[in-house]
């Protein structure tokens, strides 16, 4: 059956084993590992497309000791990857929750890898970002999925999520840091150029052909593979497709009802039923009541993420966590009207706030954080210091030469003109700072004292107030060619610019409680049979903490694989019972 096919080709009472709501990575990790074991799936995606936020992100993926590691010399253990955890994470989340998955990590992805056809690769440097912690690597960890050729997946290929159009150039080509290396030295060097020249020309053609681009990269091309891998093993997929009931019995979940178009339908279900619906992100009364104030009024995440599965859940008896260091994962956010009319929300992942000549503050013109930490810690900095309203939004300022070299935001590094962002009032300009300043509405002489301050820490490459730039991740994400310090550099060079960040919710890390084997519990601690959870609907395992790349999307994947497996058992024991 095809997505096309729609619920009305599914008779009133069918039987499936599995059923798995939701299709980022988590819930296609969940319906193909649901397949390899035998059980017959169901998938179902409430939007138009599949990918969930995943299709929208590096899709990074966090698994420690997979046999990738070894490739890049990484030394890793699993006592080590589990005291790093301890140490990073505490007391916010299960211990025993955190190790299932570091030992069914690898595991996982092997199979993945071998019997389902998917493929990943490590870097040879890719930190952990609490790197300060004691058993934090700097390699070995993060995974990344390849690119993938899409075009064998047919009208498949129009069911992904396309990614955000900010990270796309050409008007929907796809490019990963190696991509990027090489179109930032197009007519440099020989092979750059004919590397661009070929990726580009691949682009234009499959356009042509398929009506998008074919090679998939980052989170596009971990969908793509999942959906094949799906389609292969024979997974019913439904998109536009609303859960709108959950039935159950003394013995746990028994069915569901799903509405399409009109269509309704109720279906048994024999073993379970797992949530991969992308967390509460845009539930309004869960986001209001979960989220600090003020409450962001936009994420760079998917729109499918509405949380009404939680109500449902909750009516079973389930619960959210309340543990976690912070209830969502934060990126600082800028934001911008396209021409369409539609909001394009940019999350300052690792571009420009670690860059030199690049700096952050509030409405008193001075820093509040070190720039270079992760977005996550970013983000939490901006609300602690927003007692008195001043750091929401914050603001990210750069000089003349930081902005030409290394971009800010929506404006690309190497010399992207910046009138169409003045324009439109996302990028600020001065002739000055206190020019800036006075149209931003901080504090001049704060700015002022902040970036003198600033130009003295770049001679020495000593932050003496942030220590910006000391940890192995930090200097990652500087200059490599830059010194003595690769994340401090001079502002010094008129005109000065501004880009406002707001904190935006990437995931939510508050989901509903579950123990190791991925099921949902009761306030007793008792297991809610047949109800599985895996991603942001599942709370979190690193505990409103960000140690590493990934550590959503890894954990996803994993739970999505622990709670397929137990479905899929439980649904055999059913009918071994029934026969």
Not at 294 to 317: K, Q, Y
Not at 478 to 494: E, M, Q
Not at 537 to 550: E, H, K, Q
Request: hydrophobic share 40%; glycine share 14%; aromatic share 8%.
């Amino acid at each position: 059956m095809t997505a096309a096919d729609g619920l009305s080709g599914i008779p009133d009472g069918s039987s499936f084993d599995v059923v798995v709501l939701g299709t980022g990575a988590g819930g296609l990790s969940a319906a193909v590992f649901a397949a390899l074991s035998g059980a017959r799936v169901l998938l179902v995606e409430r939007t138009d497309y599949l990918g969930g936020t995943t299709a929208y992100s590096a899709a990074t993926t966090w698994v420690p000791n997979t046999r990738h590691a070894s490739t890049v010399g990484a030394t890793d253990s699993f006592e080590t990857a589990s005291g790093f955890l301890d140490r990073a994470v505490g007391n916010r989340s299960s211990k025993a929750a955190r190790d299932a998955f570091l030992r069914a990590g690898p595991e996982v992805i092997a199979t993945l890898e071998d019997r389902a056809g998917l493929r990943f690769r490590p870097r040879a440097f890719h930190p952990d970002y609490l790197s300060e912690i004691e058993g934090a690597t700097s390699c070995g960890r993060a995974l990344e999925p390849v690119p993938f050729d899409a075009s064998g997946l047919g009208s498949d290929l129009h069911l992904i999520r396309p990614p955000i159009p900010e990270f796309t150039i050409l008007g929907g080509m796809m490019i990963d840091r190696d991509d990027i290396a090489n179109l930032m030295k197009i007519g440099k060097g020989l092979a750059p150029t004919v590397y661009s020249a070929r990726l580009i020309g691949r682009y234009w053609l499959s356009k042509l052909r398929h009506g998008r681009g074919t090679r998939l990269v980052m989170g596009n091309a971990l969908i793509g593979q999942f959906l094949a891998a799906a389609r292969r093993l024979g997974v019913t997929i439904l998109t536009e497709c609303e859960t709108t009931a959950l039935a159950a019995d003394a013995t746990g979940v028994t069915g569901l009802t799903l509405v399409q178009k009109g269509v309704t339908r109720h279906l048994e279900v024999l073993g379970g039923v797992v949530l991969a619906t992308g967390g509460f992100a845009r539930h309004p009364e869960l986001r209001g009541r979960m989220l600090p104030a003020p409450v962001p009024d936009f994420s760079p995440s998917a729109p499918g993420h509405t949380g009404r599965l939680h109500d449902l859940a909750l009516t079973l008896g389930a619960r959210h966590g309340s543990l976690a260091a912070q209830p969502c994962f934060w990126a600082p956010c800028s934001h911008r009207r396209r021409a369409d009319g539609s909001m394009a929300v940019f999350p300052h992942f690792v571009f420009d706030r670690s860059k030199p000549g690049i700096l952050s503050v509030g409405r008193d013109g001075r820093r509040f954080v070190n720039e270079s930490t992760s977005y996550h810690l970013f983000g939490a900095a901006q609300f602690a210091a927003d007692r008195d309203g001043s750091h929401v939004p914050a603001f990210l300022i750069a000089d003349a030469t930081a902005l030409a070299k290394y971009g800010m935001g929506m404006i690309r590094p190497g010399g992207q003109d910046p009138k169409p962002f003045l324009a439109d009032g996302y990028l600020t300009q001065g002739a000055t700072l206190e020019e800036l300043a006075g149209k931003l509405g901080i504090d001049a002489a704060g700015l002022a004292d902040t970036v003198a301050r600033m130009n003295r820490f770049a001679e020495t490459g000593i932050d003496e107030d942030f220590a910006r730039g000391t940890t192995t991740y930090e200097r990652a994400n500087g200059d490599p060619a830059h010194g003595p310090n690769p994340t401090l550099g001079r502002l010094d060079t008129a005109p000065y610019y501004a880009v406002r960040l707001w904190p935006g919710d990437i995931g939510s890390a508050e989901g509903l409680v579950g123990n190791e084997a991925a099921e949902l519990l009761r306030d007793d601690g008792s297991v809610i049979g047949g109800l599985y959870a895996c991603g942001n609907d599942l709370a979190s395992i690193m505990g409103g903490v960000y140690p590493g790349p990934g550590i959503t999307v890894g954990p996803a994947i994993v739970f999505g694989a622990i709670a397929a497996r137990g479905a899929a058992a439980r649904a055999a024991d059913r009918a071994r019972a029934a026969a």
